[in-house]
């Protein structure tokens, strides 16, 4: 059943007008804000790729730790949280924050040592896309969630799509939404994603524990990265002498951001725009063939021995969520 929006009807109709008016500039200032992106990747990955080692095993990107806090940083990070519902009331944000972090960091830590780890089993990922696995863990805004309602309630609420883009702008960081649940239905998982990519003109990526959703990847816990373009601002910082140590940010504390709520007034569901965006990102993969959902790398290379697994006990070469 579709909850009602707590938005007054004059509200909700200037918030629809608003809707309708931005939908095309947010859609094509998305296209250029990701194209730009892509240029910038292809730069680092292929025309003056980044090596092995620019951060070692012991920087805070690999440990998580501040070194500003002697903390880990994912908590002084942590700019929104929601209450947790009540059938997610085990699941401390610790935990989510925790998992979420790490993994990401372990990616990193792949790029750190030196001699450098031969792409394969070992090392999936170019160190290029590992170094901005750093930056989005590190150096992110985040927020954290419930679940997917809980997700659309606030992105669908102006107030806090208000506040969002003023952290984005004083801060010039990248924002990373988590979930507590991490039992979701992949395809509205999929139109969040393009929710937000309706209301901003910024890409987003919709990582989780089940199967691949759209251009997303593995995750612990859902955590959907909001690609506002700063990190290329770390990760280029790299190839300058000091780089490294400029890289880890200072923690963005707390009491800073959304102060003034409630910010969850939003609708919960995805209407036909953003299902529309959607399915049209999800056809685009399918024509992809085996190559998937990766954009930057063949993954028939990268994941040969578990497309020969998978082979073998006559399943399909990727777990992608089909609609």
Not at 238 to 249: F, I, M
Request: one cysteine or more.
């Amino acid at each position: 059943m579709r909850r009602r929006s707590h938005v007054p009807s004059t509200g909700l109709f200037d918030e629809s007008v608003a809707y309708w008016l931005t939908l095309p500039l947010h859609w094509s200032g998305q296209m250029f804000r990701n194209g730009s992106d892509i240029l910038r990747v292809l730069d680092i990955l292929r025309f003056r790729p980044l090596a092995a080692g620019l951060v070692n095993v012991d920087h805070p990107w690999v440990t998580g730790v501040s070194p500003h806090t002697g903390e880990l940083i994912w908590r002084d990070n942590l700019i929104y949280r929601s209450p947790p519902a009540e059938h997610l009331a085990n699941i401390s944000d610790e935990t989510v924050l925790l998992a979420n972090g790490r993994f990401l960091a372990q990616r990193v830590r792949q790029s750190a040592i030196v001699p450098e780890v031969p792409i394969g089993p070992a090392r999936r990922m170019p160190h290029c896309i590992n170094y901005m696995h750093g930056s989005s863990h590190f150096n992110s805004g985040i927020i954290l969630l419930n679940d997917l309602q809980d997700a659309y309630r606030h992105i669908n609420d102006p107030a806090f799509r208000r506040e969002l883009a003023r952290f984005v702008k004083a801060e010039r960081r990248e924002v990373l939404f988590m979930l507590r649940d991490r039992d979701y239905d992949p395809r509205e998982y999929a139109y969040l994603s393009c929710c937000m990519r309706t209301h901003f003109r910024w890409f987003c990526n919709p990582n989780g524990p089940q199967a691949h959703v759209l251009w997303g990847n593995s995750a612990p816990f859902p955590a959907a990265n909001l690609i506002t373009g700063y990190w290329s601002d770390d990760v280029y910082a790299l190839k300058k002498s000091g780089g490294a140590d400029a890289v880890a940010r200072p923690p963005i504390g707390h009491g800073h951001y959304f102060q003034s709520g409630p910010y969850d007034q939003g609708r919960e569901y995805a209407i036909w725009p953003e299902k529309l965006l959607a399915w049209g990102s999800y056809y685009r993969i399918r024509m992809r063939g085996r190559k998937g959902g990766m954009f930057f790398i063949d993954r028939r290379d990268v994941y040969a021995d578990q497309i020969a697994r998978r082979a073998q006990r006559g399943l399909p070469d990727e777990e992608r969520a089909r609609f």
